[in-house]
C-alpha cells in the first residue's frame, strides 16, 4: 500500500508547511491506516494525556504505541534523525510505551522500534536507502507487534548491544 513518488512529492509540500502538532496528527493518522491495512485493529485513546498516541491489537495482545515523525535529514548528513521524546524533552520508558513508531514522511518508510529500544534516548538516527544502517532489522518491522507465541506476547527478543 506505499504511495507512487508523485504522490509523496506532492503531499511533502503541503506537509513541509504544516507546524509540529499537525505534523504530529498527520503522521498517527498514517500510522493507524498503515496498522489497520496490516490486520491490526487500531484505537485512539480519548484525549493526550498518556505516553502514547495509538493502542494496536493483534489476536488477544495489545500494545500501546508512541507515534514520531521527520521530514527533513540532518544537515550535512544522510540520516533523520527521530527525536524520542515528548515536548519537555522527557524519554520514554517500558513502562509507559510499548512501541515507538518512526515514520520517515519523504521516504514514506516506518521503523518499529521496541521500547527498549528507545527507552532514556533523546533521539534516533536512521537511514532508510542503506543496509548498512545499525537500525536497519526495525525498518518496516511490523512482525515485531506481532505475537511470537500463543502463550508470550512480549516482542521479540532485541538485540541493544549495538545501539
Not at 487500531?42 to 495482545?61: E, H, L, M, Q, T
Not at 504505541?65 to 535529514?73: C, E, L, N, P, Y
Request: hydrophobic share 40%; charged share 25%.
Amino acid at each position: 500500500m506505499a504511495f507512487s513518488k508523485e504522490t509523496i512529492e506532492s503531499e511533502l509540500q503541503h506537509t513541509a508547511k504544516l507546524n509540529k502538532k499537525n505534523l504530529g496528527e498527520l503522521a498517527e493518522l498514517s500510522f493507524m491506516r498503515k496498522a489497520a491495512s496490516l490486520g491490526f485493529a487500531v484505537a485512539k485513546p480519548w484525549g493526550d494525556s498518556d505516553r502514547y498516541d495509538v493502542i494496536v491489537r493483534f489476536d488477544k495482545i495489545f500494545w500501546r504505541v508512541q507515534v514520531k515523525s521527520v521530514i527533513t535529514t540532518q544537515p550535512s548528513r544522510h540520516s533523520y534523525r527521530v527525536k524520542t521524546t515528548r515536548g519537555c524533552n522527557s524519554t520514554y520508558s517500558a513502562d509507559e510505551i510499548d512501541f515507538l513508531v518512526a515514520y520517515v514522511f519523504p521516504k514514506d518508510v516506518w521503523y518499529v522500534f521496541p521500547a527498549v529500544i528507545i527507552e532514556g534516548r533523546d533521539s534516533v538516527c536512521v537511514r532508510p536507502e542503506s543496509k548498512k544502517c545499525r537500525l536497519v532489522q526495525y525498518r518496516e518491522a511490523w512482525e515485531l507487534m506481532k505475537p511470537v507465541s500463543a502463550s508470550g506476547g512480549s516482542p521479540a527478543a532485541v538485540d541493544t548491544s549495538e545501539i
